[in-house]
């Protein structure tokens, strides 16, 4: 289908204003009032919780994990029963000082394993794949934006805005191009051609905004974990800056040689977690980072070392407020007869409920509300407890 579209509409739809080439991993941001800010990472491909928190204390694991259990010895231990694997040295380093935690054998409704359905259930936060057309993240801001002054923004930087932050809440996306930088001149001369259009002259002030955050924190150099997390610190600590963000990590489907996959892949979360938190500087104290995937991995490893699309996960709560150190688990066990299906990790907690648990007790929204508004259809009440008020 085509779709005839005017200046306007592109220009309320995508400002491109070549700040240099834009890597892997994309980041969404939405401007919301308030001081507290909440990013949202979205791991793409299924991470595999039992590598990310390993749960050695359970006599099951050893022969389902075989060799890789090597390599959590003297990793850093939440209790006596999980350990966390050793790439996730700033992770380990939060959860020691209380600004970290994790959620086990935790998963959405969804009970397949497909990586689109899955992740269109997590982002929508339906009861099924394609049932909701919007994102919870939009709700959210939606939510917060009701009785504030003026409408919330909503600002994606990333070709696209991903479907968490699609919705009714205003959305504008901002993608780096690898043209030449516009010109100090030009732009001028936009922002004077535009100065009496009462829709383009705003939107255009917003885009310039927008640039001025990006263009002195490596927007051009985006080519590393740690610059992504630089960056997402630079564009959301100040009094200015976006309130909600979203950042997606892909690498995560590891089928073959996981022990070796996971462990890049679990180096560049850390790098991208620890400067994030670096940058936030002060703003950390406000600052709640939640961490998710769309489903675990089997338990078994496979015949060539990877593991194979399962269900539960693990989850990772960060920031200045969490009440850290600690797995917040109902943990099924290891044993064949304790799989889901006879092969997976059997989910015990919904990952809904950590998600709308957690935006709603950092947020300072109504529990019940939040689950309500951002999970609609779920019976599960939300956790609370993640954060210190």
Do not use: C
């Not at 009462?198 to 001025?212: C, M, N, S, V």
């Not at 939640?290 to 489903?295: D, L, S």
């Not at 300072?364 to 939040?370: G, I, K």
């Amino acid at each position: 289908m085509k779709t005839a579209l005017d200046r306007r509409s592109l220009l309320a739809g995508s400002l491109m204003l070549g700040a240099g080439s834009l890597a892997l991993p994309r980041l969404a941001f939405a401007q919301v009032a308030g001081s507290r800010n909440l990013l949202f990472v979205l791991l793409r491909g299924a991470a595999d919780g039992m590598a990310m928190l390993a749960p050695v204390g359970d006599p099951g694991l050893e022969a389902l994990r075989g060799a890789s259990l090597a390599d959590y010895e003297g990793a850093t231990r939440l209790g006596s029963f999980f350990a966390v694997h050793p790439a996730l040295a700033e992770v380990a380093a939060a959860a020691q000082s209380g600004e970290a935690l994790f959620v086990h054998a935790a998963a959405t409704a969804y009970r397949e394993r497909s990586h689109f359905d899955a992740q269109n259930l997590l982002e929508t936060g339906g009861t099924a794949p394609y049932s909701v057309k919007d994102g919870w993240l939009n709700r959210l801001a939606a939510l917060l934006n009701e009785g504030a002054p003026a409408p919330l923004r909503a600002l994606a930087i990333a070709q696209a805005v991903p479907l968490a932050l699609r919705g009714d809440a205003p959305v504008s996306n901002y993608a780096p191009s690898a043209l030449p930088a516009a010109s100090e001149d030009l732009l001028a001369r936009v922002s004077q051609l535009y100065a009496s259009d009462g829709e383009l002259g705003p939107l255009w002030e917003r885009a310039l905004e927008t640039k001025a955050m990006a263009q002195d924190d490596g927007l051009r150099n985006l080519r590393d974990a740690s610059a992504a997390g630089e960056l997402a610190a630079s564009l959301m600590r100040d009094a200015g800056g976006a309130r909600i963000g979203m950042i997606e990590l892909g690498g995560w489907d590891t089928h073959a040689n996981q022990r070796f996959a996971f462990a890049r892949s679990a180096r560049g979360l850390d790098a991208l977690l620890g400067a994030y938190k670096s940058g936030m500087g002060a703003a950390w104290a406000d600052t709640l980072v939640v961490v998710a995937t769309e489903f675990g991995r089997t338990a078994r490893l496979n015949g060539t070392g990877g593991s194979d699309h399962g269900t539960a996960s693990a989850a990772l709560v960060m920031g200045g407020r969490v009440r850290g150190g600690r797995v917040i688990a109902d943990w099924p066990g290891l044993a064949d007869r304790q799989l889901f299906e006879g092969r997976d990790l059997a989910p015990t907690t919904s990952l809904e409920s950590l998600l709308a648990g957690a935006a709603a007790e950092h947020m300072r929204l109504d529990p019940d509300l939040a689950m309500a508004r951002l999970f609609p259809g779920r019976s599960v009440k939300p956790i609370a407890g993640i954060v210190r008020a």
